[in-house]
């Protein structure tokens, strides 16, 4: 095996000490007897951090172990390792990169990398955000870009509602279906409208795609001043102006797509919210940052949520992690942590190239409750699979139905608390079943209609959703992901994996044209046959 500069979590004394913890006390741990045991537990293990309290006493641990995983944390030097990120350190070792989407928040006049050129670009990026919200006869705002380039954006502008601009309309286009952004042009006029072609590298083949449908619409329909209703978000501004594009705003290599909504690519954020709420969004963000950077360990928030990821992976052996945001405004954030999570950790080598022998990346899921609740909760409560369940709860909403608010929040208790209580068949037993068949034998019916309980999950809960909380609850999500990462000794900043599909991609197009399938495999020829007959 080649050497990494800091062990790997597999290599560590913590580890082999964390197996035989599990052994003795993780697998038969349950979570009703834990709180029966201790009365403290809900305050030894819940944890402030900036804007976003964390209740973690509903999962399968108690302080031993975190104690344990701590351990974990410093033998593979995550300290070090943040450390060196937050310092600029090429620590995306397969590109050669440094990873600073931190220095993105970063105050201005701070000690962090590149702090003028980021500052440059924001003023910039800002000053032009609120000219066109200043300009009426732009009305509808499009933006076009996928992955990173979409995912922030169109996640956190819905979630930011209550700050937005009313009277104009963003959109988002994304897919290279035609079916994406044939509705959305459908309703617009060009001369009302700005789209904005985000591509951090401005050769992605669905936006260049959409991009150029975009221009052909626009100048079918008799517009021509492109400087106006065109502007790109981009790190390649000679190929954004190559396009015919002048509005442009850079940022760096060092920032990655799916780090980027703080980076010019949140430009469509800063439309709709404006320049000072985008400012606070950067400061809640650069808040978690410094927790981050310096609380302990044991009273660190994404430090702690990524060691039970850790936990949970790999001694329990889940295999995903449902996210049930109760605020419909952050409809997309499981869309959101997907690529987050996925793209970063859905790795299966370590930085020197050495196959894991464990797993990585859960696949991360969820809807909002309430929605989910009516669709698959059924499986959380009473499947065989154990799966983590994250809720995020807002105290204050920003709607005058209270009504509405306070069901939302029995609701989310309610979850939390069914996963873990459970009911055993014979408290069953005793129950009406208003819909049971008429005849079933009971014994048999208490049984479908009992719940194992000890299901584990977390309550993540902030006072409201603002510019600033939001900032802070994603930053916390990025860095609980760097901390996953860093345990499993991966590189969470490349995403090799997308490069086989596209490539095959283009062998493919021209042969869709032409029919000819010699060469490739039987399904595939079958398949393209079939596409064309
Ligand atoms: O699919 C891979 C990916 O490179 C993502 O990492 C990225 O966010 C997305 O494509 C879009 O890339 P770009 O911003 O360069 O168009």
Redesign the pocket.
């Known amino acids: 095996m080649k050497a990494q500069t800091h062990p790997r979590c597999d290599q560590t004394a913590a580890w082999a000490a964390l197996h035989g913890h599990y052994q003795a006390h993780g697998r038969g741990f349950d979570l009703r007897e834990a709180f029966a045991r201790d009365a403290g537990r809900f305050e030894a293990l819940s944890v402030q951090a900036p804007d976003v309290f964390a209740d973690l006493s509903k999962n399968l641990l108690d302080t031993a172990t975190l104690h344990f995983l701590l351990d974990l944390a410093r033998e593979c030097g995550l300290e070090a390792r943040r450390d060196a990120m937050l310092r600029g350190d090429p620590i995306n070792s397969t590109e050669g990169r440094a990873v600073l989407h931190t220095a993105l928040r970063a105050p201005r006049g701070a000690a962090t990398p590149f702090n003028a050129d980021v500052h440059a670009v924001l003023d910039a990026m800002l000053a032009y955000a609120e000219q066109v919200r200043a300009d009426e006869d732009l009305t509808d705002i499009v933006n076009i870009?996928?992955?990173?380039?979409d995912l922030g954006p169109q996640m956190v502008v819905p979630a930011l509602d209550a700050y937005a601009l009313h009277g104009k309309r963003l959109h988002f286009v994304s897919n290279v279906d035609g079916h994406d952004i044939s509705p959305v042009l459908r309703g617009l006029d060009p001369q009302r409208t700005l789209f904005i072609i985000?591509?951090?590298?401005?050769?992605?083949q669905e936006?260049m795609a959409n991009a150029a449908v975009a221009r052909d619409w626009f100048t079918q329909r008799g517009g021509t001043d492109i400087a106006r209703h065109f502007a790109a978000t981009t790190t390649n501004v000679a190929a954004a102006a190559q396009f015919g594009i002048r509005t442009t705003f850079g940022f760096w290599d060092w920032v990655?797509?799916?780090y980027?909504l703080w980076s010019a690519i949140g430009l469509p954020i800063a439309i709709a919210i404006g320049a000072q709420h985008f400012r606070a969004l950067l400061a809640g963000a650069h808040a978690m940052d410094q927790h981050f950077a310096h609380a302990p360990l044991a009273q660190n928030l994404p430090v702690l949520l990524g060691l039970l990821d850790v936990w949970y992976r790999n001694f329990h052996g889940f295999s995903s992690r449902s996210v049930a945001p109760y605020h419909q405004g952050l409809a997309r954030l499981p869309a959101y942590l997907q690529?987050l999570e996925m793209?970063s950790n859905g790795k299966r080598v370590d930085t020197a190239g050495n196959a894991l022998p464990f797993a990585t990346s859960p696949v991360v899921w969820g809807e909002p409750g309430t929605n989910g609740q009516h669709a698959y909760f059924q499986m959380l409560h009473q499947g065989t699979a154990g799966v983590p369940v994250e809720f995020i709860a807002v105290k204050t909403p920003s709607h005058p139905h209270a009504d509405l608010h306070t069901k939302l929040l029995a609701n989310c208790l309610a979850q939390s608390q069914a996963l873990m209580l459970g009911k055993s068949p014979a408290d069953a037993l005793g129950e009406k079943a208003p819909t049971a068949a008429p005849g079933i034998d009971p014994q048999v019916l208490s049984h479908h209609r009992s719940f194992p309980g000890n299901r584990p999950s977390t309550t993540l809960l902030l006072d409201a959703l603002t510019p600033h909380s939001l900032g802070a609850l994603v930053a916390l999500y990025e860095h609980r992901v760097f901390t996953s990462g860093a345990l499993w000794g991966i590189n969470s900043f490349d995403?090799w994996g997308?490069e086989l599909g596209k490539a095959l991609c283009s062998q493919l197009l021209p042969r869709l044209a032409s029919g000819d399938a010699t060469g490739l495999d039987a399904s595939t020829a079958g398949l393209l046959q079939r596409l064309r007959s």
Not at 198 to 204: M, P
């Open positions: 870009g996928i992955g990173g380039s985000a591509s951090k590298t401005f050769t992605t936006t990655g797509g799916r980027s690529q793209e995403q997308v």
